[in-house]
């Protein structure tokens, strides 16, 4: 069983910066990709990022790209988002997610469905 546990939200000002974690325990996680998936109240759940289980190969979504940064670390159990230049849009729930299927060296997907094994989500909010 995969078990996931998202960490690291918080209030920020605009401009501001947060580093999210995702800690991943059960069976087997290296071999598959993590994404980071956000959701706003009324809004679907979208794609932030994600990033492939040899650490080789990430994907963002248009919306941060250049603000934040996916990494992995070296035992891959963990998944960090570190996120800067935050905006009140930003605002959300963030959820990470293990690739349905094994991926370690690929581009990894930007389609949420792709991922699953949700933990509970963090909360970050941004005032403007």
């Known amino acids: 069983q995969v078990r996931l546990a998202e960490s690291g939200g918080g209030l920020v000002q605009a401009g501001g910066s947060l580093r999210l974690s995702c800690a991943a325990s059960?069976?087997?996680?290296?071999?598959?990709?993590v994404a980071w998936l956000r959701q706003a109240p009324g809004k679907e759940r979208e794609f932030v990022a994600a990033?492939?289980?040899?650490?080789?190969?990430?994907a963002y979504a248009d919306s941060v790209k250049g603000r934040f940064t996916i990494s992995r670390s070296s035992a891959a159990d963990t998944v960090y988002l570190e996120m800067n230049s935050l905006k009140p849009e930003d605002t959300a729930v963030y959820y990470c997610?293990?690739?349905?299927?094994?991926?370690?060296?690929?581009?990894?997907?930007?389609?949420?469905?792709?991922?699953?094994?949700w933990g509970q989500g963090t909360q970050v909010t941004v005032s403007s």
């Open positions: 990033v492939s289980g040899s650490r080789t190969s990430t």
């Open positions: 997610g293990r690739s349905r299927f094994v991926n370690y060296a690929s581009p990894p997907s930007s389609t949420p469905s792709d991922y699953a094994y």
């Open positions: 059960g069976r087997t996680f290296i071999n598959f990709a």
